[in-house]
Each structure stands twice: as structure tokens, then as C-alpha cells.
Nanobody, 123 residues
Framework: QVQLGESGGGLVQAGGSLRLSCIFSGRTRDIYGMGWFRQSPGKEREFVAAIGWDEGTTGYSAAVKGRFTVSRDNVGNVLYLQMTNLKPEDTAVYFC????????????????WGQGTQVTVSS
């Protein structure tokens, strides 16, 4: 089993920055691709960013590309999401996820999920 735990969410003004962290533990040898998703009230969970096992492959949704950066520390078992120039529409619960695939971007491809951390961006 793999456990994921997010932190770093909070309240920030539009234009501000936050860095989310996700610590993963347990059977980490089962983890390859990792990603971030978000969900706001009344909406479906949506893909935000993904990173492959080799850290050289990344992908972003059009909504966050150029503002968010995903990275990982495979030694410390931490996944990060650096968010800059935040907008009110970025307000959501952010989830980290881990996949058994080398790289994944859709929710069904991820086997493990964290509990989420709230990000609120005020205008």
C-alpha cells in the first residue's frame, strides 16, 4: 500500500504564490508517475500537472501551463507543485496522486490518492 499526504494549501491573494508538497510512503517501489489534480465545488476533478519517474517528463493543463511547476524528490519521497500568479479560478482542493505507469495524466491511470489540501485565492 502507498500513502500520500498533501500540505501547503491556504489562503492567498490573486497574483500570489503557494507551494504544495506531497509526501509519499509505504510501497514506494510501486510508484512511477505522479500528478496533481484539483476539484472545486460542483465540478469534476480535473488534471493539473504530472511528472514521470525520470523527472524529465512533465505535463500541464492549459489552465496552469506557464504558472505552475511540478517537481519531485525521489530520495526524500516528496512531490511538489509550485504555483505562481494564482487566480481566483485556481481555488479548489488539490490532490496528489501516484501511478504504477511511468507517466500518467488521467485520473483512472492513478492508483493512489491523497486526502487533498484546500487552496483559496481571493480577488
Amino acid at each position: 500500500q502507498v500513502q500520500l499526504g498533501e500540505s501547503g494549501g491556504g489562503l492567498v491573494q490573486a497574483g500570489g504564490s503557494l507551494r504544495l508538497s506531497c509526501i509519499f510512503s509505504g510501497r514506494t517501489r510501486d510508484i512511477y508517475g505522479m500528478g496533481w489534480f484539483r476539484q472545486s465545488p460542483g465540478k469534476e476533478r480535473e488534471f493539473v500537472a504530472a511528472i514521470g519517474w525520470d523527472e524529465g517528463t512533465t505535463g500541464y493543463s492549459a489552465a496552469v501551463k506557464g504558472r505552475f511547476t511540478v517537481s519531485r524528490d525521489n530520495v526524500g519521497n516528496v512531490l511538489y507543485l509550485q504555483m505562481t500568479n494564482l487566480k481566483p479560478e485556481d481555488t479548489a482542493v488539490y490532490f496528489c496522486a501516484a501511478s504504477k505507469l511511468l507517466f500518467a495524466t488521467t485520473a483512472p491511470q492513478f492508483a493512489y490518492w491523497g486526502q487533498g489540501t484546500q487552496v483559496t485565492v481571493s480577488s
